[in-house]
């Protein structure tokens, strides 16, 4: 299985901040690399695919980037409705993996 | 907008099988471009994909549960289902089902979970 790993775990920040997560694969995956928000008690909402297609819906605030194994997600300025978890998962090989994820928490 | 509901029991006995089934709306199950998946997540823990299922029935399962996963599909009723037998506490977790594109198997619509507790 691809494992995929998360960094940080956690992260405190404020309203306006610029704040990147990474995700890094433990073998190439090429752009298969897709990001989702989780708030608690509700399903993951997906963010943007394929290392950096934005979907629809999704604030332009959200950025992704990378390709290969390294991949990144930034939030340009923070807003009070981005504080939540974020997940990266890849979709180059089956089974489908995700990491453990990253938790924004307001500082 | 197309809408995922999963159903089923809330609580399994140790050693039974877990059943739960996921109605789609706003939009037909037999469409082309998509697979049906199931994804847990163990209470405060990280997400684990299950598997998926075709409108066609063809399926594809992780291979740590593949063992004790079954999947169908009813386009008449425009629901799928997932079957885990032989479950123990391991196994409980919020289950969700989530539209999985075909070509990019990312999940872009996903069910609310419904969280399933396997006790005595």
């Known amino acids: 299985d691809i494992q995929m790993t998360q960094s940080p775990s956690s992260l405190s920040a404020s309203v306006g901040d610029r704040v990147t997560f990474t995700c890094r694969a433990s073998?190439?995956?090429?752009?298969?690399l897709n990001w989702y928000q989780q708030k608690p008690g509700k399903a993951p909402s997906l963010l943007i695919s394929?290392?950096?297609s934005l979907q629809s819906a999704v604030p332009s605030r959200f950025f992704g980037s990378g390709s290969g194994t390294d991949f990144t997600l930034t939030i340009s300025s923070l807003q009070p409705e981005d504080f939540a978890t974020y997940y990266c998962?890849?979709?180059?090989?089956?089974?489908?993996?995700f990491g453990l994820g990253t938790n924004l928490e307001i500082k | 907008q197309v809408q995922l509901q999963e159903s089923g029991p809330g609580l399994v006995k140790p050693s039974q099988t877990l059943s739960l089934t996921c109605t789609v709306s706003?939009?037909?199950?037999?469409?082309?471009?998509?697979?049906w998946s199931w994804i847990r997540q163990h209470p405060g823990k990280g997400l684990e994909w299950i598997g998926y299922?075709?409108?066609?029935?063809?399926?594809y399962f992780t291979p740590s549960l593949k063992s004790r996963v079954t999947m169908s599909v009813d386009t008449s009723k425009n629901q799928f289902s997932l079957k885990l037998n032989s479950v123990t506490a391991a196994d409980t977790a919020v289950y969700f089902c989530?539209?999985?594109?075909?070509?990019?198997?990312?999940?872009?619509?996903w069910g609310q979970g419904t969280l399933v507790t396997v006790s005595s």
């Open positions: 989530a539209r999985t594109n075909s070509g990019w198997y990312y999940f872009d619509y």
């Open positions: 706003g939009g037909s199950i037999s469409s082309g471009g998509y697979y």
């Open positions: 299922i075709s409108y066609s029935g063809n399926t």
């Open positions: 073998q190439h995956i090429s752009r298969y």
């Open positions: 394929a290392a950096s």
């Open positions: 998962q890849q979709s180059y090989s089956g089974p489908y993996t």
